[in-house]
């Protein structure tokens, strides 16, 4: 068990163009979330994916946001046209849900922190 | 906006001191878990509690889960310096967690 990696831990980049974070959850996990996180606020949802599919996005989510999990392993998040206000901490988290349970403990990853000039 | 309404935002208190975290929301969750992020880490889980009215204690930390499952509090005895770190609590419903903002824990030696 390795743990959820993301990459990378850190990007600056300049208004208007494209990022592209990577989480590799861990191993077996059923569940990958997408949780971003400002100074002085908590983890704010994004989205989720069960396995392959993606089942919620949140409102936060622009048009210019897309995540992936291509095989039900690891995931993208890309943000097109990078703005100021997206400068923020971007989490992944994953867990293993048995069944029709709600939702159990996340494991999260050390974050990709995301700076827009 | 917060679904989950975390206080005190920032608590400083020495080493040995008590100390007590609330979360409260007008939402009722499956359960609530509590987190404990340190700077440029991600969140890690402290405790879920389910049950309504349940408590749970690990060593000094102490959670309680109100009857009505919608509010939450952490106390902490005599606390140390490694206790630092921002709590947060969350909910859960409808597959996802939501948090609230946090509460920013300072012990000082």
């Known amino acids: 068990d390795t743990g959820v990696s993301q990459d990378p831990r850190h990007k600056i980049t300049k208004r208007g163009q494209n990022v592209t974070f990577r989480c590799d959850p861990i191993s077996e996990h059923n569940r990958l979330y997408w949780y971003r996180q400002t100074l002085g606020q908590g983890p704010e949802f994004l989205t989720y994916f069960q396995n392959e599919a993606q089942l919620e996005k949140s409102r936060l989510l622009s048009d210019r946001f897309s995540a992936e999990r291509p095989k039900g392993s690891f995931s993208t998040l890309e943000i097109q046209r990078t703005e100021q206000g997206d400068s923020a901490m971007y989490l992944c988290?994953?867990?293993?849900?048995?069944?029709?349970?709600?939702?159990?403990?996340?494991?999260f990853g050390e974050g990709s922190r995301l700076t827009v000039l | 906006t917060q679904l989950l309404e975390q206080s005190p935002q920032f608590l400083s208190i020495q080493e040995g001191e008590n100390l007590t975290v609330y979360c409260n929301s007008s939402?009722?969750?499956?359960?609530l878990q509590w987190y404990r992020q340190e700077p440029g880490e991600g969140p890690v889980l402290l405790v879920t509690?389910?049950?309504?009215?349940e408590v749970k204690k690990l060593k000094r930390l102490t959670f309680q889960f109100g009857d009505a499952r919608k509010d939450s509090s952490l106390h902490i005895t005599a606390a140390q310096p490694g206790d630092t770190g921002l709590y947060l609590c969350a909910g859960a419903s409808d597959y996802k967690l939501s948090f609230g903002a946090g509460t920013t824990v300072t012990v000082r030696a």
């Open positions: 509690v389910v049950t309504g009215g």
């Open positions: 939402s009722v969750f499956s359960s």
């Open positions: 988290a994953s867990s293993l849900i048995p069944g029709a349970m709600d939702t159990g403990e996340l494991f």
